[in-house]
């Protein structure tokens, strides 16, 4: 059974940086590729980053591009997500996910394939706010 579990989210000023993590377990971690989603109120869901298997190539969407960092331990299955430059716009639930969706600059594939994912964890809540 698959199993996703973040944490690391909180309240965040805005500028802040903050450091999320998601423990894996159910399936052969260092074979996935891992991929963040986030949950914005109001808006839905957002894919926002990836990373290989190996953790030698990463992807990120255009909203986080430059204030993210995704990076992996797979000793430990363990994802991770850098954000900085903190906005209120980054107030969201964070999900970490298996797998990628295969054209990320196409809103049409990243809806179908967001559609496609069948193991979420809980989250871990973001909030960006003075």
């Known amino acids: 059974e698959v199993h996703l579990v973040e944490s690391g989210g909180g309240l965040v000023q805005p500028g802040g940086s903050l450091n999320l993590s998601c423990l894996v377990s159910g399936f052969t971690f260092s074979t996935a590729w891992m991929s963040w989603v986030r949950r914005i109120p109001g808006k839905g869901l957002e894919w926002i980053s990836g990373i290989d298997a190996g953790g030698d190539n990463t992807i990120y969407a255009d909203s986080v591009k430059g204030r993210a960092t995704v990076s992996r331990d797979n000793t430990k299955n363990m994802l991770y997500l850098h954000l900085s430059s903190l906005k209120s716009e980054d107030t969201a639930l964070y999900y970490c996910?298996?797998?990628?969706?295969?054209?990320?600059?196409?809103?049409?594939?990243?809806?179908?394939?967001?559609?496609?994912?069948?193991?979420w964890g809980q989250g871990t809540q973001v909030t960006v706010s003075s």
């Open positions: 996910v298996k797998d990628r969706p295969r054209w990320p600059d196409s809103p049409e594939v990243v809806a179908g394939w967001l559609e496609e994912v069948k193991n």
